[in-house]
């Protein structure tokens, strides 16, 4: 079989490069596909299934048009579109993925993640994921007004692209320790993840067996997608343009 993994294209209004080139991939990568995974961040911000987006209803026909052909879609959340609930799965007809998640792709067994769970050095990061996440919180913000939610959304992207900006790069990237931990508790030997926009194959010694770490890129000058097949775990970009 073979399989599509893409993450953090934060799809929005002012970026038309990245859904053309997004639809382009549809169109061409993942309808040669069978499978196709979208680890987080897929969109920039996600306010609610019940936001209005014309955005967001072109990208969930796009998605429903290449189910409708057999290809099987998963979503997996990110810290940009935690929000993002059943509804919107189907309208795009796909189906949503806990974090983290275990696939077997030909008969392997693989850990998928959206990969901000990992970034643990980060200790700001790490407390406001706590804060949001938590299953409260997340009821709060679902019944706020959407306008609320529209105010609430900007301002924590505005900090969140401000603190990252003044952040030393090894604190945003994942820590290798964790990863081994993780990988260790779920029992696999490769990991697939994004969010830290550093596309890269790794590869690692977990009690002395060879392993591999994943790393999806971001959607900004290049799109970037991982193709599995029966031989191989390939990790291309194309020029959005």
Same mark, same amino acid.
């Given at each position: 079989?073979?399989?599509?993994?893409?993450?953090?294209?934060?799809?929005?209004?002012?970026?038309?490069?990245?859904?053309?080139?997004?639809?382009?991939?549809?169109?061409?990568?993942?309808?040669?596909?069978?499978?196709?995974?979208?680890?987080?961040?897929?969109?920039?911000?996600?306010?609610?299934?019940?936001?209005?987006?014309?955005?967001?209803?072109?990208?969930?026909?796009?998605?429903?048009?290449?189910?409708?052909?057999?290809?099987?879609?998963?979503?997996?959340?990110?810290?940009?579109?935690?929000?993002?609930?059943?509804?919107?799965?189907?309208?795009?007809?796909?189906?949503?993925? &806990?974090?983290?998640?275990?696939? =077997? *792709?030909?008969?392997?067994?693989?850990?998928?993640?959206?990969?901000?769970? !990992?970034? +643990? #050095?980060?200790?700001?990061?790490?407390?406001?994921?706590?804060?949001?996440?938590?299953?409260?919180?997340?009821?709060?913000?679902?019944?706020?007004?959407?306008?609320?939610?529209?105010?609430?959304?900007?301002?924590?992207?505005?900090?969140?692209?401000?603190?990252?900006?003044?952040?030393?790069?090894?604190?945003?990237?994942?820590?290798?320790?964790?990863?081994?931990?993780?990988? &260790?508790?779920?029992?696999?030997? =490769? *990991?697939?993840?994004?969010?830290?926009?550093?596309?890269?194959?790794?590869? !690692?010694? +977990? #009690?002395?067996?060879?392993?591999?770490?994943?790393?999806?890129?971001?959607?900004?000058?290049?799109?970037?997608?991982?193709?599995?097949?029966?031989?191989?775990?390939?990790?291309?970009?194309?020029?959005?343009?």
């Amino acid at each position: 079989m073979r399989y599509l993994f893409i993450s953090d294209l934060h799809l929005e209004a002012k970026r038309p490069d990245i859904t053309r080139a997004f639809l382009h991939c549809l169109e061409h990568q993942a309808s040669q596909a069978d499978e196709l995974y979208i680890l987080g961040d897929f969109f920039e911000v996600w306010l609610g299934d019940d936001d209005p987006n014309p955005l967001a209803r072109q990208v969930a026909a796009a998605l429903a048009a290449l189910a409708e052909k057999g290809v099987r879609i998963y979503l997996m959340h990110g810290n940009r579109d935690f929000l993002m609930g059943h509804r919107f799965c189907q309208e795009a007809k796909c189906t949503l993925l &806990r974090d983290p998640c275990i696939v =077997t *792709l030909n008969g392997q067994r693989v850990l998928l993640m959206h990969g901000d769970s !990992l970034c +643990i #050095d980060d200790l700001a990061y790490m407390r406001m994921r706590r804060a949001l996440r938590n299953p409260l919180s997340l009821f709060i913000l679902r019944n706020l007004s959407l306008k609320t939610r529209h105010r609430i959304g900007r301002k924590l992207r505005d900090e969140s692209q401000t603190q990252t900006q003044q952040k030393a790069s090894d604190i945003t990237d994942v820590n290798l320790d964790k990863v081994i931990e993780v990988m &260790r508790i779920h029992d696999v030997r =490769t *990991l697939i993840h994004g969010h830290t926009h550093r596309p890269e194959m790794h590869e !690692l010694m +977990i #009690d002395g067996e060879p392993a591999k770490r994943i790393v999806l890129g971001d959607w900004d000058k290049l799109a970037w997608f991982l193709e599995v097949d029966e031989k191989a775990y390939r990790l291309n970009s194309t020029p959005l343009a």
